[in-house]
């Protein structure tokens, strides 16, 4: 066996590991012996320090030896059995609920001394610890350090502490793959040291060093796959395409407006890649609203004028048939544009995909249904993929093989990240930034308001009607859930229904395709004045005449989600606003929450305290595959780290002779198996 093969092993081969224990730790996402050894212990419960009862902390686990002086068992139903201790100092209560008096008197054995570990809390006037499990005659039983493992049911701390004990015992010496210079950063810790002490309570205050080795293999790794798809990307040679300059003039006065200096420059940085040897794969990022669509389509249109196919991308149906319209609105009948969904009929289907094939098609819009297997373009020169942040970088490999050789990509996200997050998600990318917006945009006003007070939102509503403007009303919510206490969308439309009649729709996932289209057209056409919905609106979808937007719980929202759906309005010349509603049993702190908002628009800003007070495995509020991108590092915590794994990349980049040393590291590291081998 390969020394990598026996630490990508199953759990199941380790000795006491049966299908039972090893099914319990698959649902706890450990199935490799790598996946073991890498849990860190959730938290260590230091009980190795002696405190007086008078100097006890309420709230803490402390450990204090004390003496037993008297037991007090009511013998009433309900009522606990207590032990009254003390130490020269004060006294302290054993309470006990649900046990037995024999066992009582034998782990506190009155008029001896015994050591007890557990959390201190303070009942009339007395510290207490209920229910101790940490007792013993022998000081040194309880005063240690323990590592504590996130349980699932079923693993008790000690079969988790044994299990990993038995990985560890025959865990092999890897070779080193990092360099001298970044050894030495990281206090040259081996990544075998690394690991033991990981689960090694000891000294665990001073071992930031063991944990920062293996956060920086895992950064790094992230680093060469991503750096590994860039060169498989780009080593091919590319025909390059001709720019037409003068499209850019065309079109705005198609659209009727300036372009930004910063879509400008957008434009030309796409053009530069567009018409070199090498392919694009570029990231073009800007917060919602900043106008990317447009400059995704001059860019399109060049592709066209060459005697290639475009696929546009979305992440939603009504996104991608949104687009298509915009393209066949500016370009009318001079390309061949179809739209092409998983729900497009079979009939219809065919068509498009023999058209795709015979390139009667210049451009195809549509969802993932764009690149299965059995559609084949004939001379793909563009992919864009619209709000990237649905896709993630497996995905984005198998469409860069699609393409062919010349073919360029443009990815377009609206998440603002910070640039931690930024290397680690499109490493592999050019990134372009669209920082304005349109000047002709105002600021959105936002309230928050207690949704007792509704009444003044409808009167706000209705207002906003008579002055011929729409308004979206977003739950968080399909269905009404006893669970959960979320205003449904449903039943908020049957209320609203009442006061404004035939001018409200409802929206959501389960509505089907025809009705979903005809809510949608009635919406842009102005026949439906209120839009109720789920957060199917989110991205990207673009009503200029929506003027307001109202958020029910919105505290069920990350900030950036809510960001996002404030940009659904503020895309005309006229005033928006936003009404973010609560309940009001909502606490301080969530306030507080939602008042990040009210102070800003500025989406990098919300973004970074949106990481700072989710933590940024949740990043958008899409809980998706539930796979966070790393298992320790962390883009803000260890910012230091990410630094020094970008400047390592760029040195490994630089010299690209040694790769293969790294092929262990990918091996392990490799999640989605993105990359065969380094050579
Ligand atoms: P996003 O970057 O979020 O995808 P869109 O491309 O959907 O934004 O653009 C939002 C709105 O702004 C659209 O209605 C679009 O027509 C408009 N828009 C785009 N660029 C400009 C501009 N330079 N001046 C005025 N309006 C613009
Ligand atoms: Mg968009």
Not at 148 to 172: H, V, W
Not at 208 to 214: P, S
Not at 337 to 346: F, M, R, V
Not at 593 to 615: M, Q, T, V, Y
């Amino acid at each position: 066996m390969n020394n990598y093969e026996y630490i990508l092993s199953d759990i199941s081969i380790l000795k006491g590991v049966g299908n039972s224990l090893a099914s319990k730790f698959k649902r706890k996402n450990i199935h490799t012996i790598f996946d073991l050894i890498l849990s860190t212990p959730s938290k260590y419960i230091d009980r190795s320090t002696e405190t007086k009862i008078k100097d006890l902390h309420i709230g803490k686990i402390q450990t204090v030896t004390v003496l037993v002086d008297k037991y007090n068992f009511p013998r009433f139903r309900n009522l606990p059995n207590k032990v009254i201790c003390s130490d020269n100092s004060g006294n302290l209560e054993c309470i006990f609920f649900n046990s037995y008096e024999g066992y009582i008197k034998k782990i506190l054995p009155l008029n001896k001394l015994v050591t007890i570990s557990g959390k201190i809390t303070f009942f009339r006037g007395k510290y207490q610890i209920t229910n101790p499990t940490h007792v013993s005659a022998d000081k040194n039983k309880i005063k240690k350090i323990h590592s504590n493992y996130k349980l699932t049911d079923g693993i008790s701390d000690n079969i988790y502490n044994k299990t990993i004990q038995e990985a560890l015992r025959k865990l092999p010496k890897l070779d080193e793959w990092l360099s001298q210079n970044v050894l030495n950063e990281l206090n040259n810790v081996s990544w075998n040291d690394a690991i033991k002490h990981l689960h090694k309570p000891k000294n665990y205050s001073q071992d930031k060093k063991y944990i920062n080795r293996l956060i920086f293999d895992e950064i790094l790794s992230t680093f060469i796959i991503n750096s590994n798809i860039r060169r498989n990307f780009k080593k091919k040679y590319k025909l390059p395409k001709i720019i037409d300059y003068s499209l850019t003039d065309n079109v705005e006065k198609k659209i009727g407006f300036k372009l930004t200096q910063d879509q400008i420059n957008a434009i030309n940085q796409i053009y530069f890649d567009i018409k070199s040897n090498e392919r694009m794969f570029r990231l073009l990022q800007g917060d919602v609203g900043c106008g990317k669509t447009i400059v995704s389509l001059i860019a399109a249109q060049n592709i066209i004028l060459n005697k290639y196919q475009v696929a546009f991308m979305s992440p939603t149906e009504i996104l991608a048939k949104q687009h298509y319209k915009l393209f066949s609105k500016i370009f009318g009948n001079s390309f061949c544009a179809e739209l092409l969904t998983g729900k497009t009929e079979l009939k219809k289907r065919k068509v498009v995909l023999l058209n795709l094939k015979n390139k009667k098609i210049d451009i195809i819009f549509g969802t993932h249904a764009l690149f299965q297997k059995k559609i084949e373009f004939k001379k793909l020169g563009l992919i864009i993929i619209d709000e990237q942040h649905k896709f993630g970088v497996n995905q984005r490999k198998k469409l860069s093989e699609k393409g062919g050789s010349n073919c360029d990509v443009l990815v377009m996200s609206a998440t603002p990240i910070p640039r931690t997050m930024m290397m680690t998600l499109y490493g592999d990318m050019d990134i372009t930034l669209i920082k304005s917006k349109p000047k002709n945009r105002k600021e959105i006003y936002t309230y928050t308001k207690d949704i007792n007070k509704i009444d003044v939102v409808i009167n706000f509503i209705k207002k906003e009607i008579n002055n011929n403007n729409q308004v979206f009303w977003v739950c968080p919510l399909i269905e009404k859930s006893k669970k959960l206490d979320h205003q449904s969308s449903i039943v908020r439309y049957e209320y609203l229904k009442k006061i404004f009649k035939d001018k409200v729709g409802l929206l959501h996932g389960s509505i089907n395709k025809d009705k979903k289209d005809e809510i949608l057209n009635n919406f842009l056409n102005n026949k439906i004045k209120i839009l109720v919905s789920t957060t199917v609106i989110e991205v990207g979808i673009d009503f200029p005449n929506a003027t307001c937007i109202v958020i029910e719980d919105s505290n069920k929202f990350g900030l950036s989600q809510l960001h996002q759906l404030r940009g659904r309005v503020g895309r005309g010349e006229k005033q928006s606003s936003c009404i973010l509603l609560y309940k009001s049993s909502l606490s301080e702190k969530a306030k507080k929450r939602l008042k990040i908002l009210k102070s800003s628009n500025d989406g990098f800003f919300i973004a970074e305290e949106d990481l700072k007070l989710r933590g940024y495995g949740d990043l958008l509020g899409f809980q998706q595959s539930g796979q966070k991108t790393f298992r320790l590092a962390d883009p803000i915590i260890n910012e230091d780290l990410f630094l020094l794994a970008e400047k390592e990349i760029k040195a490994i980049e630089n010299n690209n002779k040694n790769l293969s040393k790294y092929n262990l590291l990918i091996k392990l590291y490799d999640r989605a198996n993105i990359v065969n081998e380094l050579i």
